[in-house]
């Protein structure tokens, strides 16, 4: 049975970026899924209109729609209204693609034509999986985001290749729940998510990525991060059943009407 792929582009203040993404998508790659999601969380720069412009020149083969968050909720909220997106939408699985070009959509092409994915739950890009290749990337942050995949491979007790990364395979049976709802809406919200698949021993598969940079500005404050991080996972393993409270708690802001629509284009769907 062929599956129903949707693929999520958040972006926040990248509008040279986003039309180098775009521009990943030949026929072939936009025909593997059925609609692409591009988010702006809100940018000051003219994302939205580069993104437009790109999509109405590129994406013939796939349905197209460009939202706009009312404010800016964090990377963390874009994907919750993605999740969300996807599940009332019925689709299968949910891809993410960062738009600010640092990954490449082949590397997830390449699971989901050896249909790998369907085997998981999630399966997770990885920059430091053998194999993968890194380009422009600092040997600070190497050596930073190396120290916290050991970390979290000594708690978990199984080898973890990444923490946060941006290119990313989800089932969308996974979200029905919502469990994610009051995860942070900040940058550790896809630690939050991968300490609870470990946490609830939900499978997960590591693949090598492509990743580069070169004029990406990162909204991530190096050190402020790391150290949040770690207390992150010194919390979880002390206490692991703070997951449990998290996700039963009631304090979740999401919003129905929390973005407009921008864009939206049919394309021309390989049945």
């Given at each position: ?143 930073g985001n190396k120290v916290l995949n050991f970390l979290l491979s000594k ?117």
């Amino acid at each position: 049975m062929k599956q129903k792929i949707m693929l999520f582009i958040p972006v926040f203040n990248c509008e040279k970026q986003i039309v180098r993404v775009i521009k990943q998508f030949s026929k072939s790659e936009q025909q593997k899924f059925v609609e692409i999601i591009i988010i702006d969380n809100n940018s000051r720069d003219k994302t939205i209109i580069a993104a437009e412009q790109a999509a109405r020149k590129i994406l013939q083969f796939c349905n197209i729609k460009i939202l706009k968050n009312k404010e800016n909720y964090g990377l963390g909220g874009s994907i919750k209204l993605a999740f969300n997106y996807a599940i009332s939408k019925n689709y299968n699985y949910m891809v993410t693609l960062h738009g600010d070009d640092q990954a490449n959509i082949l590397d997830a092409i390449k699971i989901i034509q050896s249909k790998v994915f369907l085997k998981y739950d999630m399966c997770i890009g990885a920059r430091f999986s053998r194999g993968s290749l890194l380009n422009g990337y600092s040997k600070i942050r190497i050596i930073g985001n190396k120290v916290l995949n050991f970390l979290l491979s000594k708690i978990a007790k199984r080898r973890i290749d990444d923490l946060v990364a941006g290119l990313n395979i989800y089932n969308v049976d996974l979200l029905r729940s919502k469990f994610y709802y009051n995860f942070p809406d900040d940058l550790t919200f896809d630690v939050h998510f991968l300490l609870y698949m470990i946490y609830k021993k939900k499978k997960f598969y590591f693949f090598p990525l492509t990743w580069r940079e070169f004029d990406q500005v990162s909204n991530a404050k190096v050190l402020q991060q790391a150290f949040v991080i770690i207390k992150l996972l010194i919390k979880y393993f002390y206490n692991k059943d703070f997951l449990n409270k998290l996700i039963s708690s009631d304090n979740c802001k999401m919003q129905k009407d929390a973005y407009d629509v921008v864009f939206t284009k049919r394309g021309k769907l390989n049945d």
